[in-house]
């Protein structure tokens, strides 16, 4: 199974930018699919941006599409979200997540197999 730990969260002002990261353990990362999803207070938990296992494709919420960059280092066991252009509706914790095969949609949060205990992102006005 894989264990993953996002970190690079914080506080923000509008407009700046934030990394974060999301290592994970397991002889297997490369073969799992990995996304981030993102949970306001009193909202759905939602699809951020996710990456194949090969790093071929690339997948992104219209909220953030031009804003964010999804990449993954397999040889670190590392998948990244760096995140420009901030707003305040970006504010939420961003869970990083990965899955195994699987034919859902990328932005299904059900299809995820594993997930992290969460970074907050706070991006003030």
């Known amino acids: 199974q894989v264990q993953l730990v996002e970190s690079g969260g914080g506080l923000v002002q509008a407009g700046g930018s934030l990394r974060l990261s999301c290592a994970a353990s397991?002889?297997?990362?490369?073969?799992?699919?990995m996304g981030w999803f993102r949970q306001a207070p009193g909202k759905e938990r939602e699809f951020v941006a996710a990456?194949?296992?090969?790093?071929?494709?690339?997948y992104y919420a219209d909220s953030v599409k031009g804003r964010f960059t999804i990449s993954r280092d397999n040889a670190k066991n590392t998948v990244y979200l760096q995140m420009n252009s901030l707003k305040p509706e970006d504010t939420a914790v961003y869970y990083c997540?990965?899955?195994?095969?699987?034919?859902?949609?990328?932005?299904?949060?059900?299809?995820?197999?594993?997930w992290g205990q969460g970074t907050q992102v706070t991006v003030s006005s």
């Open positions: 997540a990965a899955r195994g095969a699987s034919s859902s949609w990328y932005g299904v949060v059900s299809s995820y197999d594993y």
């Open positions: 397991g002889r297997t990362f490369s073969s799992y699919g």
């Open positions: 990456i194949s296992w090969s790093g071929g494709n690339t």
